[in-house]
Each structure stands twice: as structure tokens, then as C-alpha cells.
């Protein structure tokens, strides 16, 4: 059977009876007996597409297939140069309606909806419009859809899935959208009937190919909260590097903000989604990720004006067996490394204490003592120096333990620390030069030369512990 198609634009070639088991492109085949891919009587194969329509006439069904194909590759076409419009998204989820009538939309993984698209679902229209006239396509505002979608059913690297909607007036289906290992997103489409039309695996997979690209062409501008998994836990590591500092810039949140840090256990699979969604909505862009087990969230307290209302409700989340540590308050940015630290610290002693919830600005001096000094190991990070010094005091009835000190708990300003010590700054640097003779101080000069307040961190945590091992100095020696 030859194709006749007047405009000679056709893109079927060839329409075959039966199956010859290899399968060309740009063909239709049809077969009564079913003996076709999946079963089907017929079924077109585009490319490496294929597209299946059953239960209708052999001979009337070339001329509508024919033109489905034909609006199809076009189609493509326009999906290819969509890409790189602005609205891009917008562009392919309503020409993806003249293939698929129902509602259509692009949900990205950290929380941006993209693109809108509704004709026929009745149950969604007035969503969809006040969505449109308000020009928000927001996350919170999409999470009115949660009465009829079950957000937590999105994971990754997912094919084609269909599920019932809550209220059971439509069906839909969602498609994992990937980029460079990393899950950018979810397409979504809301159809009337029990199972997807024909070809929506076809169309859905294209659509997800090419929403995916123009996340890689537009992604710093449009889809930035999609990056903050990433972005978070590079921070958490101590990893402020340029493309982290970018980020927190896109976001507006300054250096100097009030932050603060969760780290949350969930109880069951599942929890944490919904811990995320009740999260976003009660504050207004808080960040996550997972570091082992735990799953952390920071907030901008400077960017939150409810914050104080939001925070009791955030601790009425922590149910049925979830548990919570919470930071101190902190106003730099880049050293939220150590307030997660803190947060990990306060999330175990939540779970020692069994309590739903530990803060750290609940504990007092004697509790951050106690668990410094009961790891053993807290001695081993003790600057061998600085131990010298204070031995060599015992030893030889000297002060240069004292001296030292004074001389690091001032950031190294010698007139400021002879005054802590009550002597006179001749003194002092008398006593420097003396220490100079019975260490090598070269460390200690190249501190301050560079300003390194990692060691100064370092010198400040061996003094805390030696100042409260003197008392049995033997166990250190």
C-alpha cells in the first residue's frame, strides 16, 4: 500500500501488512493478528518512536495516522527551536495539548513551575486560571494542586508512572526530567481517561528530552532553586567556592543574614517529603539537602518575616518519632559548616534524651564541657606546642603557659595581652622571646602573617582543654 499525501511533505514512507521483524522507520504497520510491538494492530514506527492505535478500520486508519506522524515530527521541529526562547516551556506544554487534551505542567525538583497548560480537566480549572491571573507560578502556589496529586510518588530517574488523582476525577501521569546525573524535575499531565491516550509515552519522553535541554540552556536564570541540594551541601562542607557564592547571590541572601540550621531524622520512608512540603509551607525559601541520614534545612532568618509564628509550627511537625537538632542563630554565611556540626550534635542528643527537638542555645556551659571532654580524642587534637609550654611551667615554676595564651585569646596583640596578665609589655615581649628559645615558633608567626583563623580555632580549643585537664596535668604528660 503506497501512501498518497498531496503536499509531498510526508513523513510515511512505506505501509506494511504483517511484521518482517525489523522495523523501519517512518512506517506504518498493521496487523488483525496483534503480532506487532506490545500487541497492538497498528502501530507507527517514527524514527525510534512508535506511536499505537487500536480498534480501528485497516483501511481507514492510514490518512488520520498519517497526519498525526506528519504534526508530529513538525512538532519536534518547534520543540527544538523552543529550546532556546524564554518561554520556551511554555511553548512545548501547549503544543503537546494538540497531541494530548488534558493539563500539562513542569514541575522542577526544587520547586519552580514553569509552564501551564489546561483545557478539559473541570476539577483543575480553577487552579489553573488563578494561577494564570496572577502570573504565580510558584511552588506554594502549586501545592494547592496537593488535593488531587500525591507529590510524594515523584522520584527520580522514574519512567512513565500513572496514578489516580486523590479525589479520583482524573488520571495522571509524571516523567522524570535528568540532567547530568543530577533530577531537575517532573513533567506532569492530567488526563480524563483510566489509562494515557495512545502515544503519550512517546510525546511525554520528547517533551522531557527537550524540557530537560532548555533547563541546560536557562538554568542560572530560571530554575535556581533547583541547584540548592547541591549548592547546600558544597556549602556544608566547608566548600564555598564561586559557583556557591553565586548561587546564595542569585538567592539575594547576604554574607551578614541571621541564619539558622535543622537537621531533622525521619522516621519512615517517605517522611522527609512530606517534612519538605510542610516546611515550604511555613517558610518562605528554606533550603535542603541530606548529609548521611539526616536531612538539613536552612533558613534565612533575615529573609523571614514570620519567622517567629512559623518556628513553633515547625516544631509541631516533629511527630511520630522524628527528630530534630536546631543550631544556634549564626551571621556568616560561609562558616555554616560548623552550625551544622552543631545541629548533627544537637540531633544526637535529642535522640540520647529521647526528645522530639534539641536547641542549641538551650544548653549551658557545663553540657558543651562535657561533650567536648568526654571524647578521648579531644586530646589528641591538643597543639603539641602549646602542651610543651605548659609542661615546661611545672617543671621549672615559669609562666609561659600564661603568657602564650593571653598572647592567642588576644588575636596576638601583645599590649592587650601583657594587660590580661598584668605585666608590663617589655615584659611580655621578653617572655615571648624566652618561649621563642624553648619551641619552634614558627607557626605561630605565620598565624599572624596570614591571619589564619583556622589555627587560631585550633590554639583556642587546646587551651579550653588543657585549662580543664590541669588538674591532672599527670594523665597528660
Partial sequence: MEPKIENGGATIQYVRFGTDKNYRSNT?????????????????????????????????????????????????????????????????????????????????????????????????????????????????????????????????????????????????????????????????????????????????????????????????????????????????????????????RELHWERSDEYQLMAIDCAHQGQSSEIIRACRGLFRLPLFCGIGKALIMLVDLSREPEYETAFPSFRQLLTEGCVCGISNLFHNLYGASLYCEQALEELKRAKTLSVSWSMAEQNDGEYFRDVLLSRTMSRAYINRKILKLLVYDFQNGTEYYPTIRAYILTNFHVTDAARIINIHRNTFLYRLERIRGIIDFTEFDETVRTDNTENVYRYVFSLFVLDELIPTLKIVE
Avoid at 478500520?57 to 506522524?69: D, L, P
Avoid at 514541575?107 to 501551564?116: H, I, P, V
Avoid at 502515544?199 to 532548555?214: D, F, K, P
Fill in 28 to 248: 506504518v504497520y498493521v496487523s488483525p493478528g496483534k503480532d506487532l510491538p506490545g500487541g497492538h494492530d497498528v502501530v507507527i514506527i517514527h524514527r525510534k518512536d512508535s506511536i499505537c492505535v487500536d480498534g480501528e478500520e485497516i483501511f481507514e486508519v492510514f490518512n488520520r495516522v498519517a497526519s498525526v506522524v506528519d504534526r508530529f515530527a513538525f512538532w519536534e521541529k518547534r520543540l527544538l527551536d523552543a529550546e532556546h526562547e524564554e518561554d520556551g516551556v511554555q511553548i512545548m506544554l501547549d503544543g503537546a495539548q494538540s497531541f494530548l487534551s488534558g493539563a500539562f505542567y513542569a514541575l522542577t525538583f526544587g520547586g519552580k513551575t514553569l509552564g501551564l497548560s489546561c483545557s478539559n480537566i473541570s476539577s483543575l480549572r480553577p487552579i489553573w486560571d488563578e494561577i494564570a491571573a496572577t502570573q504565580d507560578l510558584s511552588y506554594e502556589r502549586l501545592y494547592a494542586l496537593d488535593k488531587y496529586i500525591d507529590f510524594t510518588g515523584f522520584v527520580p530517574h522514574a519512567g512513565l508512572t500513572t496514578e489516580r488523582s486523590k479525589d479520583g476525577s482524573f488520571y495522571y501521569s509524571y516523567q522524570s526530567m535528568d540532567l547530568e546525573g543530577q533530577n531537575i524535575g517532573f513533567l506532569a499531565y492530567c488526563g480524563v481517561d483510566p489509562a494515557p491516550p495512545k502515544g503519550t509515552e512517546v510525546i511525554m519522553n520528547a517533551l522531557s528530552r527537550h524540557v530537560t535541554q532548555y533547563f541546560l540552556y536557562h538554568l542560572g536564570k530560571i530554575n535556581l532553586v533547583s541547584r540548592a541540594s547541591d549548592m547546600l551541601q558544597k556549602l556544608l562542607k566547608g566548600d564555598p567556592a564561586e559557583e556557591v557564592r553565586s548561587f546564595f
